[in-house]
């Protein structure tokens, strides 16, 4: 299998949250991502966690990690049409600076 | 924040001709810069490497005579596409990486090139 993968899809109703749900197989990964990339453009950096860190929060964003079970999670509260985008879920290991990124999900939110 | 650019934005070419890709970084130094690819509904890629000042590693699998990586100065690395094919058809990004950072792993990304071989 993939070393990161996330479900390809996900379709919410504005206002409601979002939750994009991302798996990754190397234990030894020391960062873990979450990127945003709107049609025809780069990669924008949405927040990082640390692997030895369990949540981060940022104003609508909330990252949760369970190590253990090597799931990431990134939830988007009142998720609003400027949220659609493909979201990508990426890990790298500490000094190394090239993140191994998921199939991204896309996220599509309608009225 | 830190920007990258590329240029251009969009190309379309005839096969047989080669395509030069620009990416440079506006406000920051970028000891090393990276160059992926994207399919459609698709991670990215990784292709190469590009040290300022010195040759690119490239990825497995990715032929380094057919993708030509410069990165003549601290601010510009450049991808030339040769002799393309309609295979090459693509969305190229490039990132960097800025030299006065510490802390965590952090790439920036250029807005990425759509290459169209016809």
């Known amino acids: 299998g993939e070393d990161v993968e996330q479900s390809l899809f996900l379709s919410v109703r504005e206002g409601d949250s979002s939750v994009i749900n991302c798996t990754y197989t190397?234990?030894?990964?020391?960062?873990l991502y979450w990127y945003k990339q709107e049609p025809g453009a780069g990669l924008q950096l949405l927040t990082y966690?640390?692997?030895?860190?369990d949540m981060k929060q940022d104003q609508r964003l909330t990252v949760l990690l369970n190590k253990k079970d090597k799931h990431l999670s990134l939830r988007i509260a009142d998720t609003q049409t400027g949220d659609s985008a493909i979201y990508f879920c990426a890990e790298s290991i500490r000094g190394s600076y090239i993140p191994t990124f998921g199939r991204g999900t896309s996220l599509i939110v309608h009225p | 924040g830190a920007v990258v650019s590329q240029h251009p934005s969009w190309v379309i070419c005839k096969s047989g001709t080669s395509v030069k890709i620009e990416c440079r970084s506006l406000?920051?130094?970028?000891?090393?810069m990276f160059w992926y690819r994207q399919f459609p509904k698709q991670s990215l890629m990784l292709m190469a490497t590009s040290n300022e000042g010195s040759k690119a590693t490239y990825e497995q699998g990715v032929e380094k005579d057919k993708f030509l990586i410069n990165h003549a100065s601290l601010t510009l690395s450049t991808l030339t596409v040769t002799s393309a094919h309609p295979e090459d058809s693509s969305f190229y990004i490039c990132s960097a990486r800025d030299a006065g950072t510490s802390g965590v792993d952090e790439q920036f990304f250029g807005p990425g090139t759509r290459l169209t071989v016809l």
């Open positions: 190397d234990s030894s990964s020391t960062y």
């Open positions: 966690i640390f692997s030895n860190m």
């Open positions: 406000d920051f130094q970028a000891t090393t």
